[in-house]
């Protein structure tokens, strides 16, 4: 029993295929389907070096044209889990101690902790607002106060 040359495409592109499982980005994916479109010109009988020739062109294509519309929906970039002081924008607390914008003092507590705490705006803030934060500076979160 003898192995066609278009038998051996089609392992190459399984065994590319099950590479691509374990590495990121479809470029084992790119040269695997690569190797299954040649397999079918190699089932007609096209000589080995246009067998190659459509392999580059094939793979070329699949890089530039493919690729990148599979990275776009596969792939999506985002900013991840924030993590320590960029996880504070966005959370809820409530005025501790009064926040003066003017002496640049206040206390807001969220999540449990104490954070030093001056407002967006020139306004103070009173003991029991609600207020969410908006940036951080140094050790001092910026916060507003929540519409009811």
């Given at each position: 029993?003898?192995?066609?040359?278009?038998?051996?495409?089609?392992?190459?592109?399984?065994?590319?295929?099950?590479?691509?499982?374990?590495?990121?980005?479809?470029?084992?994916?790119?040269?695997?389907?690569?190797?299954?479109?040649?397999?079918?010109?190699?089932?007609?009988?096209?000589?080995?070096?246009?067998?190659?020739?459509f392999?580059?062109?094939?793979?070329l294509?699949?890089?530039?044209?493919?690729?990148?519309?599979?990275?776009?929906?596969?792939?999506?970039?985002?900013?991840?889990?924030?993590?320590?002081?960029?996880?504070?924008?966005?959370?809820?607390?409530i005025?501790?101690?009064?926040?003066?914008?003017?002496?640049?003092?206040?206390?807001?507590?969220?999540?449990?902790?104490?954070?030093?705490?001056?407002?967006v705006?020139?306004?103070?803030?009173?003991i029991?607002?609600?207020?969410?934060?908006?940036?951080?500076?140094?050790?001092?979160?910026?916060?507003?106060?929540?519409?009811?």
């Open positions: 029993m003898t192995i066609e040359l278009w038998q051996v495409w089609i392992i190459a592109g399984i065994v590319l295929w099950i590479l691509e499982l374990f590495t990121p980005g479809f470029v084992m994916g790119i040269f695997g389907t690569s190797c299954f479109l040649v397999a079918l010109l190699a089932y007609l009988n096209l000589s080995f070096s246009l067998q190659l020739f392999f580059a062109i094939a793979t294509f699949l890089f530039v044209l493919i690729r990148p519309l599979l990275l776009k929906y596969f792939y999506r970039k985002d900013e991840g889990a924030k993590t320590n002081v960029e996880a504070m924008i966005g959370k809820e607390g005025v501790t101690a009064i926040v003066d914008p003017i002496a640049g003092v206040g206390e807001v507590k969220i999540r449990g902790e104490i954070w030093r705490a001056l407002p705006s020139g306004e103070s803030l009173e029991g607002n609600k207020v969410i934060v908006r940036a951080i500076e140094g050790i001092t979160l910026i916060v507003e106060k929540m519409n009811k």
